[in-house]
């Protein structure tokens, strides 16, 4: 994280990490994989022994927004074929249960007891597809609704929605993805 705030530092470390992971998977250059496991084991020890969660320091409960870059950093390792301590995917489960909220169980919350938001529901869907949770449909579908109600296009420009509710959608497939998709290319050409 270099010399980032303490509110920066470890989204700057899950990106690099992210990064550096992977480069890991694609490359399986000794040194790459090296920094990779030493960036896992970071992000390992910032995660919430209880909650399963990250947040600014160790130690903290966690919130969705930060355990969604630190999920990826633990599924781009498992694709550098760096073994993943299954105690670290099921604190993720258990921290995303934990956010999950609305009738079917398809929105979700920065942190537990909070409201939904777009942002944190698209990013708990592409987090819980990306680990291969098996997402009851309704869950699916209650949360493509809420995130179809603001396409790219409507409202103030948000790029990191974007980037989560494109995540989440494109490994859906479906209609939605279609739908977002369209939205998408027509916001960022125009």
């Known amino acids: ?40 084991a970071y992000t390992r020890r910032m995660q919430h022994p209880t909650t399963g969660g990250w947040r600014y320091t160790e130690g903290s409960p966690g919130d969705l ?9 633990l599924d781009a390792g498992h694709r550098a074929e760096i073994p993943i301590d299954q105690h670290a995917v099921n604190g993720v489960q258990r921290f995303l249960r934990s956010v ?13 007891g909070e ?7 698209a990013e708990a869907l592409a987090t819980r597809l990306l680990i291969g949770e098996s997402v ?5 579908a209650e949360a493509e609704r809420y995130l179809l109600q603001q396409p790219p296009g409507v409202g103030k420009d948000n790029y990191y ?17 279609k739908k977002w998709n369209e939205a998408l290319k027509r916001r960022l050409l125009a």
Not at 65 to 73: C, I, N, P, T
Not at 136 to 140: L, Q, R, S, V
């Open 1 to 40: 994280a270099g010399k980032a705030s303490v509110y920066a530092a470890n989204y700057s470390h899950g990106m690099a990490a992210l990064s550096m992971c992977e480069s890991a998977a694609i490359s399986h250059d000794p040194s790459a994989v090296l920094s990779a496991q030493r960036a896992i």
């Open 100 to 112: 999950r909220i609305g009738a079917r169980g398809g929105l979700a919350s920065y942190r537990p």
């Open 115 to 121: 409201a939904p938001s777009r942002t944190m529901t």
């Open 65 to 73: 927004s930060q355990l969604g870059w630190q999920a990826m950093v």
């Open 136 to 140: 009851p449909a309704a869950e699916i």
């Open 161 to 177: 929605y974007w980037y989560y509710a494109t995540l989440a959608l494109h490994q859906l497939q479906d209609d939605a993805w």
